[in-house]
């Protein structure tokens, strides 16, 4: 018998398992220290009022096996909202069965339905698994673009200067 795969949106109860998924991709990304949140910013980011990232869950056979968190920002050019993909994850042992795919085309529908210009996310260069499945679904790299961040220290130090 096939196991059953689906998408739903993720819900306050799942902050457990988001934060799991988020350390599990912490560590994939060789990042295992990187993950500062917890439970509460979870809950508080993702499920108060007025939040403005979202999740879903992906289950196989109503075990959570992956998730993705997204939110919406906005194309000056095209005068419309894009959804933007922050984090995709699945389950090593889960991977291959459709649900990387299966949560893509969630989140792509999403886009179509609120009218979204745009359907964006970055990848590592070196995850070529992942860099490989982007590919296999029509995705296109946007090479010429180069991505900025000003974070923690940098931040507090930059919007101090005078």
Known sequence: MSKQVQIRDAKKSDAPTILQFI??????????????????????????EGATAHSVICLEDDEPIGFAVYFYNYSTWLGKNGLYLEDLYVSPDSRGNGAGKLIMKHLANKAIKNDCGRFEWVVLDWNKPAIDFYNSIGAKAQNEWIIYRLAGQDLLDFAEQS
């Open 23 to 48: 350390t599990e991709l912490a560590i994939y990304e060789k990042e295992p220290d990187a993950v500062k949140t917890d439970e509460q910013a979870i809950i508080k980011t993702l499920f108060s």
